[in-house]
């Protein structure tokens, strides 16, 4: 039996979730981040469940890396390419920061003079015209070292055809490389296109030193207090990695913390009936936004983390803005409210905290309009919240200025950042076909379940679904993640006359090596599932299809036939755009494969409220709250102690040691077998 804790480092709070498989007990725990180290959060967390050595294993979530790649706070990195590819990296798609202008003011992560050519030229085709010098190989990496690179990319124009030069100079810049923090296109994203595969391979280089030090420090304190179980990091498709794979592909841990969210929000919400949800994780300095239809969370190939860096890796479809806990309320110079996207973080924290802030933050107004207790702040570090210092504060940054009593000016502040929100929620939903009114919103994070009343009205979605631990979600989503390994490779062939038995081969052996990852990471397992896409589209088309084939690898084949491709790529091309396209040759761009380790199944039931859990022992008075400019007096519940069935009228304030669930008046709440509650309007 295993002893398993997740573990999700965010801007503002370090979220845990401790299950003992022996006993099916479930614990929780909230620690401050320590920004810019975060192992002491990490570590402090981990201490609240007893000695460390005697956990089994851990998963983390972690935003590490995200956070480097938009604060530009990686590795120093050089780039040795072929000639005349140098500047593929600035010139990207010939797109701009900014549509209108003469000028861009866009600054590759990798400067100029530490982009260097050398001899080497690989056809389209695979032929090599003109072999790799590795003598130039080994001084252009002299002279990359000598100008200050920490990390070296090597990237040749169609090495996904044929990588034998890339793999020369690799073994060659290898030789006179200080560190292990070099890699070429051919290992990271062997697949065509020049600048994804380029932007891809620089950044997975631009993370190593930060996320393979960030690892180190994580482990050498885990071994300092006895850890000898099993660590894993989630990364951005969802699955879960050894810290191995984490170190080699950095890049594959952007969107890791948002992503274990998404996991753990589609398991609660599947259990309890709901397919069709919408994401919405609030935590200290984001919102995140997912949508899943049918069950499934939708994976994106590529990912634009900021304008310029480009990820070509599988990631959970998530949209971000910066609003935030813990984001900032001004008065912009039109005179109207801005919410985020700077952020107070953890450090000083909003006003309340009285650690020096003085800007009101999105947390300040909550507490404010009385929607958190001051008595009772969250993550335990603080004896209480200075609603003075709040109130003052708002005041003097938004009230003042705009004529407003402090209570409407921080309703005015919580309705921006709705509006935020919504924006966001539509972005995902409505933009892009689906109906809003069959979603219910699963909000979590510390501050999401704050906001389900506008999540519900704003938008028009029927229902939210609070789960139990709404501030410890993706925690939750780190013990639940299966192990996934991703890989992809160019193919380029066509449809018409396909050697089935050579791309049977292909998928059999990418199908073996994923599967070898899995198998490799040292989580148990009940068993190992392997899934083939196919991107392809109708020849003279440059954008492609994702195409599932309905075939799975077993006794060293897939049985793939030239007409089960056919029908699945015309069942989703017809599904994307509603008609095919006759007569025109079909193509077969690259090949994605992945091996998905399924983990033993997370009994959910394990976190649902005790037998004898009553209304009455609930029940925690009431106080006035402010709603719709004037105060009411909601009913204080301990939601951790309300019963199976309890159902709970707004306008009501539902309290628990990691979030706070707002009822607003017009909506009610029932707690359902698992302890979720569920949210809806009042018939």
Known sequence: ????????????????????????????????????????????????????????????????????????????????????FRDALEMRRRDRPHTWGLWGDFEPVVPRDLRLEVPERTLADGTVRVPVDVVAVRRAAEDLIARGAEALAIVFVNAYANPANERAAFEAARSVWPNPHIGHSAQVLPEIREFERTSTTTLNAYLQPVVASYLAKLEDALGSAGFEGSFHIVQSNGGVMSTATARRLPV???????????????????????????????????????????????????????????????????????????????????????????????????????????????????????????????????????????????????????????????????????ARMAGAIRLVSIERGHDPTRFTAVPFGGGGALHVGALIRDVGLKAAL?????????????????????????????????????????????????????????????????????????????????????????????????????????????????????????????????????????????LAPAADASLETARRGSRPVFFAGAWHEASIWDRLALPVGAEIAGPAILEQPDATTVIDPGLAARVDRFGNLVVERKP
Do not use: W
């Open 1 to 84: 039996m295993t002893r398993l804790v997740g573990v999700d480092v965010g801007g503002t709070f370090t979220d845990l979730a401790y299950f003992d498989e022996a006993t099916r007990t479930f614990r929780t725990a909230k620690a401050p981040s320590n920004r810019g180290d975060e192992a002491v959060g990490f570590m402090d967390g981990l201490s609240r469940f007893g000695a460390i050595d005697g956990l089994d294993a851990i998963v983390h979530g972690t935003t590490v890396g995200t956070n480097a790649l938009l604060e530009r706070k990686g590795a120093r990195v050089g780039i040795i390419t072929t000639p005349g």
């Open 252 to 418: 594959r841990t952007a969107l890791s913390g948002p992503a274990a969210g998404v996991i753990a929000a589609a398991a609660i919400a599947g259990a309890a009936g709901y397919a069709d949800i919408v994401t919405a994780d609030l935590g200290g300095t984001s919102f995140d936004v997912s949508l899943v239809a049918a069950g499934k969370a939708a994976l994106a190939a590529q990912t634009t983390i900021d304008f310029g860096l480009v990820v070509r890796t599988p990631m959970i479809e998530i949209t971000t803005i910066g609003a935030g806990g813990g984001s900032i309320a001004h008065v912009d110079a039109g005179g109207l409210i801005a919410v985020g996207p700077e952020s107070a973080g953890s450090r000083p924290g909003p006003v309340a905290y009285g650690q020096g802030n003085t800007r009101p933050t999105l947390t300040d107004a909550n507490l404010v309009l009385g929607r958190i207790n001051a008595e009772r702040p969250i993550g335990g570090k603080l004896a209480r919240l200075d609603v003075e210092a709040a109130r003052a504060a708002i005041a003097a940054a938004i009230g003042d200025p705009l004529g407003l009593s402090p209570e409407a000016a921080a309703e005015a502040v919580v309705r921006v950042a709705n």
């Open 466 to 606: 609070v789960p139990r631990y709404p501030g410890i979600t993706s925690a939750l989503g780190c013990i639940i993640a299966d192990i996934r390994h991703d890989q992809v490779s160019t193919v380029n062939l066509g449809l018409a006359g396909l050697d089935a038995a050579r791309l049977d081969a292909r998928m059999a052996e990418a199908g073996e090596e994923a599967r070898r990852v899995v198998a490799g990471a040292g989580l148990a397992v009940d068993g190992i599932d392997v899934v083939y896409e196919l991107d392809m589209h109708y020849q003279g088309q440059t954008h492609t299809v994702s195409v599932s084939l309905p075939v799975t690898l077993g006794a060293g084949t897939t049985g793939v036939t030239e007409a089960i491709v056919r029908e699945a790529f015309e069942t989703a091309y017809a599904r994307a755009f509603s008609r095919l396209l006759p007569g025109i040759p079909v193509r077969i761009v690259n090949l994605r494969t992945a091996a998905i380790g399924r983990r033993p199944a997370f009994d959910l039931m394990a």
